[in-house]
């Protein structure tokens, strides 16, 4: 299932909650050989920008020198897309919204006893300072009746719309999204 993927692991560990037994493979999987670790939190139906992982790199190394007499600080890139399939095909709103956890990460001295894990993503602000972002729409993030974010509460607050033609691109090149074979899966399930 994950050949293609050399930077997937999967590890057998015993049957704990969830962000529990996530913050313990981030603690088992540190390099001491580095001062800092970059930790995120991304769903599997949520979306990154293909240049994410570029991008927190090099603004993290620039907080490190920012925070340096800080255990940890993070960065929330908080421009992107909230969307939910429909039978009409996908739909999208673009919005700036802090603290949600697909395009948002953690920076955490290696010698730290905590992760990103340990934090609500929604309470992070609390806890560390926050560097946010708004210029680059940098996340795609799912809303349906699989997920548990799909409560009739938080879709209320949207308003979808049909993806243009623009964004179909968008979604392609940013995001290697490809809109027909999503439109077939969800037509086919």
Known sequence: MTKWADHIKILPYPPLPHRQ????VILDHLDAAHAHSIQCRLDDDDAVHRTFIERLKTDAADGVIDYANKPRFALDYARGYAIRPSAEGLQAEELV???WTPALAA?????ANNTVMNFGH???????PVISDWD???FLRSFHDENDSAS????DRFKFTPLTAQQ???FKTDFN???DLIKQLWTDA
Request: charged fraction near 20%.
């Open 21 to 24: 037994i996530a913050a313990q």
């Open 97 to 99: 919204q802090n603290l």
């Open 107 to 111: 920076v955490f001295k290696t010698s």
């Open 122 to 128: 929604h309470k992070l602000d609390q806890h560390m």
């Open 136 to 138: 680059t729409v940098m």
């Open 152 to 155: 009739a509460r938080e879709l």
């Open 168 to 170: 179909q691109h968008h």
């Open 177 to 179: 999204f490809d809109i």
